[in-house]
């Protein structure tokens, strides 16, 4: 899996759009960038994964470079409940081996 | 999307006992089991992967004498922490994943909160 590199903290305006940027430089062409969070004293959550074209759900729109070599989460209007801490994962698309989290950025919405 | 569930959510013990972890998948078959532990402000590392009925896989450091794991059937998996210290004490969470299933589809249970006095 490719490293990734995140900021370790950031913080947010309720109300206001979230991007929380993630670098994976390294990537190869077969790998997905997926994006978890995990809010306080609970399991992991899927969020949203995507190869190089940018993707949305209901819950947040994940912009990838051309380059593939960085990608944005963005949270569109961020509430209090958003609060979390976000984890860009490198990795290739079918099973193999488990999920590795690296640091992660802490994301404090404030009201 | 699919559901973990682990029981007990949080578990305090006297130094020296043994504590077990469940960690079911609700609805569907999971043939590959993980197990993670996560202490404060820190990230989420993996201990061990356990397939159905195959021993489990160790990930360097994390001793199996001490950190029993038995995945018997395709919807239960137990962690057992045997002569548990307060060094032990930490988030537990478990990950399971169906057959055949693609690097997302790893889906993580709520956690369980052991704290070793």
């Known amino acids: 899996d490719a490293k990734t590199t995140q900021p370790t903290s950031m913080d947010c305006a309720e109300g206001r759009a979230a991007n929380l940027p993630c670098n994976h430089s390294t990537i190869s062409g077969n790998e997905y960038v997926y994006w978890y969070r995990q809010i306080h004293s609970q399991g992991p959550q899927y969020i949203i994964h995507g190869l190089k074209n940018n993707e949305t759900n209901e819950m947040a729109s994940l912009i990838i470079t051309e380059d593939r070599k960085s990608s944005t989460l963005i949270l569109p209007h961020a509430t209090l409940r958003d609060t979390a801490v976000y984890y860009c994962i490198a990795k290739g698309y079918n099973a193999g081996n488990m999920l590795t989290f690296g640091g992660g950025t802490r994301l404090m919405v404030k009201p | 999307g699919a559901v973990v569930s682990q029981h007990p959510s949080w578990v305090i013990c006297k130094s020296g006992t043994s504590v077990k972890i469940e960690c079911r998948s609700l609805?569907?078959?999971?043939?590959?089991m993980f197990w993670y532990r996560q202490f404060p402000k820190q990230s989420l590392m993996l201990m061990a992967t356990s397939n159905e009925g195959s021993k489990a896989t160790y990930e360097q450091g994390v001793e199996k004498d001490k950190f029993l794991i038995n995945h018997a059937s395709l919807t239960l998996s137990t962690l057992t922490v045997t002569s548990a210290h307060p060094e032990d004490s930490s988030f537990y969470i478990c990950?399971?994943?169906?057959?055949?299933?693609?690097?997302?589809?790893?889906?993580f249970g709520p956690g369980t909160r052991l704290t070793v006095t």
């Open positions: 990950s399971a994943r169906g057959a055949g299933g693609i690097a997302y589809e790893q889906y």
């Open positions: 609805d569907f078959q999971a043939t590959t």
